[in-house]
C-alpha cells in the first residue's frame, strides 16, 4: 500500500498547479510596456525632432531678411558724408530669385555723383535672378530637400533602434519563461523525492524496506535541492533581466514582482506563404533598405546640383528707383513701374574655362550613386538569406517540439510502467529515480526549445525590419 500510494503522490504532485497568488503577466502586456515607456523608445523620438529641427534650419535659407547699414564721417567739424541703406530681402523658390526693397540716403561733400541720392534719399525696387547657374536648382533649395529627405531617414533609424530594443526585450522575456518552467519542475520533481524520502524512512523504520533505500532516497533529494536552488537562482536573475525593460510613465523603473509568471509559450506555426509575404515586407519596409533608397533620393539632388555648377554663373539685378520714400513718385514712359526711366540694371558672368573642380564633384557624386547602389544590393541579399536562415530555425525548431513532446509522453509511459513495478516490488527505488530523473531532464528539454522557438521567431520578425506580426 505505501508503494501504491507514492505512485499516486507522484500524479498529484506533478500535475500541481501554480496556485492563486500569482499574476500572469503577458507578452502582449510587456511588449506594450516596452513600447510606451521604455527610456531608449522615448529617445528615439528625438532622432526624428532632431531631423525636424535640421528642417527648420534648411528652411530658415528661404527666410525674409532686413537688413541696413549706416556709415557716417565729420572731421574738424566738417561733414563728409552720410550713407544709409536699408532693406528687405525676399528669397523666391521657383526661381532661385530674391526680391529686394530697401531706402538708400547717401549724401555729403565727398561722394561721387554716382552714388550721391540727394537729402531725400532714394527708395527702390528690385530683383536679382541667375539666369545660368542656380536657375534650377541652388544649395538653398537642395538643401531644404535634403532635409526633408533626413526626415525619413530619421525615421527608418528610429523603427531600427525599436526593432532591436523589442528583439533584446523579447529574448528576455522568453528566458524569463524558460527559467520559469525550469523552477516549477524543479519544484515539482524536488516535493516528489520529498515525499517519497519521508515515506520511505517511515517504511525502514516499520522493516519493510531496506536501510540503503533511505540512502538513495536522501541523495535523490539532496540532488534535486541543488537543482532547486540553482533554478531559484536562475529565475531571479532572469527576473532582474527583465526588469530592465519596465518602466512607468513617470519614467520611473519598475520592477517585476516575484508573483507575475510568464504566458504559456505561444507555438504560433507559420506557413510558407508567410515567408513570401516577410519577404515582400522586408523589401518594401525594412529600415535598413529604406535608409539606402532615400540616400539615394538625396545622392540624386547632389548629382543635380553638380550637373548645374557646369553652367555658366549668369546674375542679373535689376532695380527701379524712386524719389525719396515714395514709391509710386517716379512717373513712367510705359505706364509700367518696373520699366522707368530711373533704374539699376547689373549682369555679373563667372565661367571657368576648364570646369576640373566642378566635374571632379560631380563624378565623385556619380561614384557614391553606384556604391550606395551596390551596398543596397549586397545588404538586400544578406536581408533575404537572414529571413530564409530564420526561417528555417524556426520549421526546425517546430519539429524538434513535436519530436520532443512525443518523447516526453514516451518517457511518462516508461516512469508510469515503472512506478507500477515498483508498487508490485519488482522494480528498485534507483530505477524510479533514474526514470523521474530522465523525465524532468527531457521536460526542461522540451521547455527550453520552446523558448527558442519563441526567440527564433522574434529573429524573424527582427531580419524582415518588424517587430510585431501585427503589423500585417
Known sequence: ?????????????????????????????????????????????????????????????????????????????????????????????????????????????????????????????????????????????????????????????????????????????????????????????????????????????????????????????QDRQVQLDQANLELQNARLVVSNHLWGSDMISRELPD?????????????ESELDYLLQMARQRHPELQKYQFKYQQLQIDERLGREMLKPTINISASTLYKGLNLNGSETKTGLPYLNDNYKFMVDLYFPLFLRKERGKLQQIRIKQLQNTLEQQQVQREITTEINAAFNDVKILEAQIRTQTRTVENQQTLLQAELRKFALGESSLFLVNSRESKLNELEVKLEALRMKYEKAMATLLFAAGLSTWDNR
Not at 213 to 218: C, F, I, M
Not at 259 to 271: K, L, S, T
Open 259 to 271: 508573483f507575475a509568471v510568464p504566458q504559456p509559450a505561444v507555438g504560433r506555426v507559420i506557413v
Open 1 to 221: 500500500m505505501q508503494k501504491i500510494f507514492l505512485f499516486i503522490l507522484f500524479f498529484c504532485v506533478h500535475t500541481w498547479s501554480i496556485g492563486q497568488d500569482t499574476l500572469l503577466f503577458s507578452y502582449q502586456d510587456f511588449y506594450e510596456q516596452v513600447i510606451n515607456y521604455h527610456p531608449i523608445v522615448k529617445q528615439s523620438i528625438l532622432i526624428t525632432e532632431s531631423a525636424q529641427q535640421d528642417l527648420l534650419i534648411a528652411r530658415g535659407g528661404f527666410d525674409p531678411k532686413l537688413e541696413g547699414s549706416f556709415d557716417r564721417k565729420v572731421y574738424k567739424s566738417r561733414e563728409y558724408f552720410n550713407r544709409g541703406d536699408v532693406y528687405l530681402k525676399v528669397p523666391i523658390w521657383l526661381a532661385g530669385a530674391d526680391l529686394k526693397i530697401g531706402y538708400d540716403r547717401n549724401v555729403g561733400v565727398t561722394l561721387s555723383d554716382d552714388i550721391r541720392t540727394g537729402p531725400e534719399g532714394i527708395s527702390y525696387i528690385g530683383f536679382n535672378v541667375p539666369i545660368g547657374q542656380g536657375l534650377l536648382i541652388d544649395y538653398r533649395r537642395a538643401t531644404l530637400r535634403q532635409a526633408r529627405i533626413f526626415q525619413d531617414i530619421a525615421d527608418t533609424e528610429r523603427v531600427k533602434l525599436i526593432n532591436k530594443i523589442i528583439l533584446t526585450a523579447t529574448k528576455d522575456y522568453w528566458n524569463w519563461y524558460f527559467t520559469y518552467q525550469q523552477y516549477i519542475l524543479a519544484r515539482e520533481f524536488y516535493e516528489l523525492a520529498q515525499i517519497r524520502y519521508n515515506g520511505i524512512t517511515q517504511r525502514a523504520r516499520l522493516g519493510e524496506s531496506a536501510a540503503i533505500d533511505t540512502v538513495e532516497a536522501l541523495v535523490t533529494l
